[in-house]
């Protein structure tokens, strides 16, 4: 069964500090994995999108990683800032001719001063 | 350019009922697909649709169906509402379908059932 684990589930950390959140799957065969940043309230947006042959790509504070061999994926933010406090979901697609979509459940980061 | 727009935003209906909800992409987006989000199960994948076809279904039953117009707009359909349907849905489009295309969400449409 296709299935993307999370964590932590939630994480505390100071304004400034730097965090990594982790993505583990078991999602085969692999087509990509994608990574969206959720305030609450509104609807997600997108961070990095990886696939098979990349293993690493930034978006700003946001550098996102990720080892096919080991099916782990992490999230690290640099420099945490206020407005980086957000749910973080992490997305696996297969590949294949019906993709299927799996979603884990997010990890919820509180960046407090 | 306008985001994606939802509507309506906040809906309350009975067990029972049917509900359609409407999604207008980004200007040129073909793409659309829906989501499902609770606080239980997370984000969930309902469907997609590109030019007007559905390309990819999500694990729901057949009471959850959807459609996309030639203007690339999509409608979703709930019919027999039951209480677990109380959700936040999702619309996102993007360009096309390849595998690194960004989609971009809508706000999302809050469905109560009583």
């Known amino acids: 069964k296709n299935q993307v684990e999370q964590s932590p589930q939630s994480l505390i950390i100071l304004e400034g500090k730097n965090c990594t959140l982790q993505c583990n799957y078991t999602v085969s065969p692999f087509s990509n994995l994608r990574w969206y940043k959720q305030d609450t309230g509104r609807g997600p947006v997108s961070l990095t999108i990886?696939?098979?042959?990349?293993n690493t790509k930034s978006n700003g504070r946001y550098t996102a990683t990720l080892d096919a061999d080991t099916k782990q994926s992490s999230l690290h933010i640099t420099a945490s800032q206020l407005s980086d406090s957000a749910s973080y979901i992490c997305v696996v697609t297969n590949s294949g001719g019906y993709q299927k979509v799996t979603f884990g459940i997010g990890t919820k980061l509180q960046v407090i001063p | 350019k306008a985001g994606v727009t939802q509507t309506p935003r906040y809906l309350i209906k009975t067990r029972g009922q049917q509900v359609t909800l409407s999604c207008s992409p980004i200007s040129g987006h073909r793409s659309v697909s829906w989501y499902q989000q609770t606080p239980g199960q997370g984000l969930q994948f309902l469907f997609e649709?590109?030019?007007?076809?559905?390309?990819n279904k999500g694990n729901f039953p057949g009471r959850f169906s959807g459609r996309q117009f030639s203007n690339s707009r999509s409608e979703m359909n709930v019919s027999t509402l039951e209480l677990g349907d109380s959700a936040l849905y999702l619309c996102a489009s993007s360009l096309g379908v390849g595998v690194q295309e960004t989609q971009y969400f809508g706000p999302g449409t809050r469905l109560l059932v009583l």
């Open positions: 990886m696939t098979f042959s990349e």
């Open positions: 649709y590109f030019s007007e076809t559905q390309r």
